[in-house]
């Protein structure tokens, strides 16, 4: 067998769970089978225009999956087994405020973080760890049984973290090791058969249902996967037709005739799973948990600092006015406050800088020997260069948190009275023990690359901005 790069083994490892998931939930595979069919109907109504923000090779495969551990430990070795798919920590994430319910973890999103990789899979997990030591949520006698519990368990075998740190440190893998390194990490996100500690378990339900999903098993699972879609409106319809439940918004930016920004986000409910438990006598019966389900995402271009926190505060606007008509459909409200306060063409989000791009020569560009303007604006405007959208690849937490909350069963419990740990980005690149990527930084550099390339062809010496 030949050697697997690391993108391949990336791309393998989305399908493979891929495959895994569908078997323990099937309406992920409709949710799968529903979002290819709406793609095919935008990309044979739209053109090429439909692959504006990425190919729709790129686009059918996209998934992103969830995952929760509980301990820095336990990260640092799921960061191991991610590095070695060529997968990165980007971007930090709190939502113990960001929820109403109580939603005790902080996270951060691996994913590749170059151009090119990201086109040929952009596979991302997004990964929540538990915050025990918060205690509005724990108090010291739940916290030291918890991270007890937590210190005993082992996630991710000892060969699957070799096998991770040969790919990650050769940049590929030997084909049957390779095989081996796919068995095992797929393996380390099934749904373990093991029975479940009842009353551990209920324990830490009465605080948090994430808690108890983290902190109540001895493994993990994957307890989501995301497919991409062009029409996420479309897809709703859809699914709704063929019966099956969504969550009653979609999370994110409103449906509106302006550009699609960032990430629109819906998901199904969680569905029941049956689940063996071990009752205080040591008897098994079974029983079933309601935590996983199957989430879809459109995603449009990467704002910039100045573009979300526009985002943001159309985010407060909209929450404003929701709360003083609460007869008003929140998505009309959103709508008419978008169409009233944000840019309505990528023209104008590139202009007042709130919006990333990376700009290339214009095929078409004038060849009769004037000379091309020194300035952006000029070169865009007299089709000198041309201007492609760049997708968001990361998350935003008022959804994530609206994600996990939607499909909690209880609310738990929260002491807002008591301090909150602060934990940041720092603090967890600290966890890992690798740095935590800002996504603005990333975007930023693969726009001034485009840019510093671009005045290299056309001769220019200023630096464009
Ligand atoms: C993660 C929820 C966040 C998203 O797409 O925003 C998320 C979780 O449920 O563990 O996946
Ligand atoms: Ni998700």
Do not use: C
């Not at 151009?115 to 949520?137: C, H, I, K, Q, W």
């Not at 009353?199 to 009465?206: F, K, M």
């Not at 944000?342 to 590139?350: F, I, K, T, Y």
């Amino acid at each position: 067998m030949s050697t697997i790069s690391q993108w391949q083994l990336r791309a393998a490892f989305a399908e493979r769970l891929s495959h895994m998931y569908g078997q323990e939930v099937p309406a992920y595979t409709t949710l799968v089978d529903v979002s290819r069919e709406v793609n095919e109907d935008v990309l044979r109504a739209r053109g090429a225009d439909a692959q504006r923000l990425g190919s729709i090779g790129r686009v059918t495969a996209e998934r992103h999956g969830a995952i929760r551990v509980g301990t820095p430990r336990e990260l640092q070795q799921v960061a191991r087994v991610f590095a070695a798919l060529g997968m990165h920590p980007v971007g930090f994430y709190d939502l113990r405020e960001a929820a109403a319910s109580a939603v005790p973890v902080v996270s951060t999103a691996f994913r590749p973080v170059d151009g090119a990789e990201l086109a040929r899979n952009p596979f991302r997990v997004f990964t929540s760890m538990l915050t025990p030591a918060d205690p509005r949520f724990f108090d010291t006698d739940l916290r030291t049984r918890l991270e007890a519990f937590l210190a005993g368990r082992e996630l991710f075998p000892p060969e699957l973290l070799a096998l991770a740190d040969r790919a990650a440190a050769e940049q590929e893998l030997p084909g049957e090791q390779a095989e081996r390194f796919l068995q095992l990490a797929v393996q380390a996100f099934e749904l373990s058969p093991e029975p479940v500690d009842k009353a551990w378990y209920g324990t830490l339900e009465r605080i948090s249902a994430v808690a108890a999903d983290i902190g109540g098993v001895r493994s993990t699972h994957i307890n989501h996967l995301t497919p991409r879609v062009l029409d996420i409106d479309e897809l709703y319809r859809r699914m709704t037709e063929r019966g099956i439940e969504m969550i009653d918004t979609i999370q994110g930016p409103p449906a509106w005739k302006g550009p699609d920004v960032l990430l629109r986000q819906t998901s199904f409910r969680a569905l029941a799973e049956p689940r063996a438990m071990r009752t205080p006598d040591g008897g098994v019966v079974s029983g079933s948990l309601r935590v996983r389900f199957g989430e879809v995402e459109a995603r449009g271009i990467a704002l910039t600092r100045e573009g979300r926190a526009l985002y943001d505060e159309l985010l407060g606007l909209v929450d404003e006015q929701a709360a003083q008509k609460p007869s008003e459909a929140r998505s009309d409200i959103a709508r008419a406050v978008w169409e009233r306060h944000m840019p309505g063409s990528e023209q104008e989000l590139a202009a007042e800088g709130l919006a990333y791009f990376t700009y290339r020569l214009d095929p078409d560009r004038p060849r009769d020997g004037s000379r091309p303007p020194a300035d952006l604006e000029g070169l865009l405007r007299e089709g000198w260069v041309h201007a492609q959208p760049l997708v968001y690849e990361d998350f935003l937490p008022r959804s994530a948190a609206g994600i996990f909350q939607s499909n909690l069963g209880g609310e738990g419990t929260r002491d807002n009275d008591r301090q909150g740990t602060a934990y940041d980005a720092a603090w967890l690149s600290g966890a890992i023990g690798r740095d935590v990527l800002d996504p603005f930084d990333l975007y930023e550099r693969q726009q001034n690359r485009s840019l510093a390339r671009v005045a290299r062809e056309l001769g220019l010496t200023e630096t464009l901005r």
